[in-house]
């Protein structure tokens, strides 16, 4: 089962307050990565875990903050945000992490910044 | 900065057409290719690998030609549910262990009744 699952599906928020995105998956996988996505633009790379640890952070401001409690989590805490920090928020999973492997996608949270 | 490069269509083709996207990409240390596809407002889904021999899954068949540095994708008898932006994907492998995949900005594809 190729499946990752995500939550919220969407989430409105004020540049003042604090929330999480979720990633959950259950395929064994070892590699777990956040990904931002503008309209009509190809996703861009934020943060790779690998083995519950940080292993990239593709220059993210500090307002996002992620976070792995196990292998099978993986959360995105914002706090701050500015509006064009709004976009589609996806999560991915691979075998193991490195380009070699396929990565397979959450359906995403669509996050508005008011 | 590594690239990969696909003209962003829309390819307007009637159903039944067999249609056929190709990307370049810069980095000649790459090792792994993909073609994902995403609806609109949707996740990108894997739709396959390319190998170096090539492959094929049912109407779909991928190439790669890594002396000119493109990959291809060709679609035959196009069917409505194949409307949709395919993105090519490339490691950015510029040394072992590279976590990036690089992806194109994607071929939007309509398929027309």
């Known amino acids: 089962d190729t499946e990752v699952t995500q939550t919220p599906k969407h989430l409105v928020m004020g540049m003042t307050n604090k929330k999480s995105l979720k990633c959950e998956q259950h395929?064994?996988?070892?590699?777990m990565y956040w990904y931002k996505q503008k309209a009509k633009k190809p996703p861009e790379l934020m943060f790779v875990y690998s083995y519950e640890k940080l292993s990239i952070n593709e220059s993210v401001p500090s307002r996002f903050s992620p976070e792995c409690p196990n292998s099978s989590l993986l959360n995105l805490h914002l706090h701050a945000l500015q509006p064009e920090d709004s976009a589609l928020y996806l999560c991915a999973s691979s075998q193991v992490a490195g380009g070699a492997h396929e990565q397979y996608f959450g359906p995403g949270t669509r996050l508005t910044v008011t | 900065r590594k690239e990969v490069e696909q003209d962003p269509g829309p390819f307007n083709v009637p159903e039944g057409a067999t249609v056929a996207f190709n990307c370049t990409y810069s980095n000649s240390a790459s090792q792994s290719f993909f073609w994902y596809r995403q609806d609109c407002r949707k996740e990108p889904k894997l739709l396959m690998s390319?190998?170096?021999s090539g492959n094929e899954d049912g109407r779909f068949t991928a190439q790669l030609n890594r002396a000119s540095q493109y990959i291809s994708l060709l679609i035959r008898d196009s069917k409505l549910s194949d409307s949709a932006t395919y993105l090519c994907?490339?490691?950015?492998?510029?040394?072992?262990?590279?976590?990036?995949?690089?992806f194109g900005k994607g071929t939007k594809l309509s398929v027309i009744p």
């Open positions: 395929m064994g996988h070892r590699a």
């Open positions: 994907v490339v490691d950015g492998d510029s040394g072992a262990g590279s976590y990036q995949l690089t």
């Open positions: 390319v190998y170096s």
